[in-house]
Each structure stands twice: as structure tokens, then as C-alpha cells.
């Protein structure tokens, strides 16, 4: 099934997440695809944050890269705080703090989001599910009786 927001496609945004932690070129299109974006969806809030904290690992200036950054963290907390029971947007948030680096002291939400996810990912619809399953298998957060959780 796929979901539109201003023409924006929530499947082709989750798909452009995943391949962003390992391609540039992924980072910049799911960037450019949601730089725009003003509206309030909450997971498309979440995905424009992450999108912003991915893409200041290209930047070379280190106060853009600092301000890319911050203001990804905003976008994202913002997204956490309209809709806190939101799977799909605390596995964003997930990722995003467990990948950042320890000088950011963007870390202190792991636990709290693997616990909310774990419990709530029972309701959830078919491509989150998947989403947080390939995730959690690549993750370093979730332990291996979690992954097999995860997957039932």
C-alpha cells in the first residue's frame, strides 16, 4: 500500500532511509526529496530530520555541519514529541542516535525507544514491521531474543 503526502510517497521515503546509511548519493536524494517539506506528518517530520543528521556527514565545514545537525535533532525531537507513540518514528530516532557520534551526546533515548517500540510493534503496519526487523538485525541495540521477537 502505498501513502502520499504532498506528493511525497511514504514507501519511497523509507526506502530511500535505509540506503542512505551506506550511499551518498541515497543521503542526497532523500534530502532533496523532503528539504521542503513544512507540513506536520510526524513521520515524514521524523524521516526530514534523520535526513538532515545523514547529510551533514558529507559536509566538510565543520559549523554547517554542526548546524545541519542540530537542526536535524530539532526537526526529529519535534516529530517524537507531536506523536510519542509513533513506531515508525522512534525507530527513525533509534538509528539516528545509536549511528551518531558519542561527541554529540545524542545517545540518552536508545533504551527508551527499543522498550516503546518492542511492546507496540505488534499493532503496526506490515512495512514497519519489516523496516524495524531489518533494522533491529543490524542493530547493535537489539539482542538476538529481541530480533527473534521482532520477527514473529
Do not use: C, W
Amino acid at each position: 500500500m502505498l501513502f502520499s503526502f504532498s506528493g511525497i510517497e511514504l514507501d519511497n521515503v523509507r526506502k530511500q532511509f535505509e540506503d542512505a546509511k551506506a550511499s551518498k548519493e541515497a543521503t542526497e536524494s532523500l534530502y532533496k526529496l523532503l528539504q521542503d517539506y513544512q507540513k506536520d506528518d510526524p513521520v515524514l517530520l521524523a524521516y526530514k530530520g534523520a535526513a538532515l543528521t545523514l547529510r551533514a556527514r558529507y559536509l566538510t565545514e565543520r559549523s554547517a555541519k554542526k548546524d545541519m545537525v542540530s537542526q536535524g535533532i530539532t526537526v526529529l525531537e519535534r516529530a517524537v514529541k507531536s506523536s510519542p507513540n509513533q513506531v515508525e518514528v522512534r525507530i527513525i530516532r533509534l538509528a539516528v542516535q545509536e549511528h551518531s557520534p558519542k561527541i554529540l551526546k545524542y545517545k540518552m533515548n536508545i533504551a527508551e525507544d527499543k522498550q516503546m517500540i518492542l511492546s507496540n510493534i505488534s499493532g503496526q503496519p506490515v512495512a514497519v514491521k519489516s523496516m524495524v526487523k531489518r533494522y533491529a538485525k543490524q542493530s547493535q541495540v537489539f539482542t538476538a531474543e529481541e530480533q527473534k521477537k521482532l520477527s514473529q
